[in-house]
């Protein structure tokens, strides 16, 4: 197999982000860019997750209200049936 090169015009802060979190897994990007292709090839698609991965208000709102529920040192539940216990359900 004969290997080639790529070149990827990015700006430098993505560049230095993406650096540093793929140095943090014991990647280089180059090691990162590798696998993008590989998968791409592998499953036949672009493999990228493109939703939003910000939480939308309603959530927030419950990550709000679960953190002030264990700030307050109030029980947690294993399971649904037992949060339904717990209130007489």
Do not use: W
Not at 61 to 86: L, N, T, W
């Amino acid at each position: 197999m004969t290997a080639s090169s790529v070149t990827i015009r990015v700006d430098s802060e993505t560049k230095k982000e993406a650096a540093r979190i793929a140095g943090y897994l014991g990647f280089g990007l180059s090691s990162v860019t590798r696998a993008f292709y590989k998968q791409t090839v592998c499953e036949h698609r672009i493999p990228l997750d493109l939703s939003d991965s910000q939480p939308n208000a309603e959530s927030l709102a419950s990550i709000k209200e679960a953190d002030r529920i264990i700030a307050e040192g109030r029980p947690g539940y294993g399971s649904a049936c037992e949060m339904f216990a717990s209130m007489g359900l």
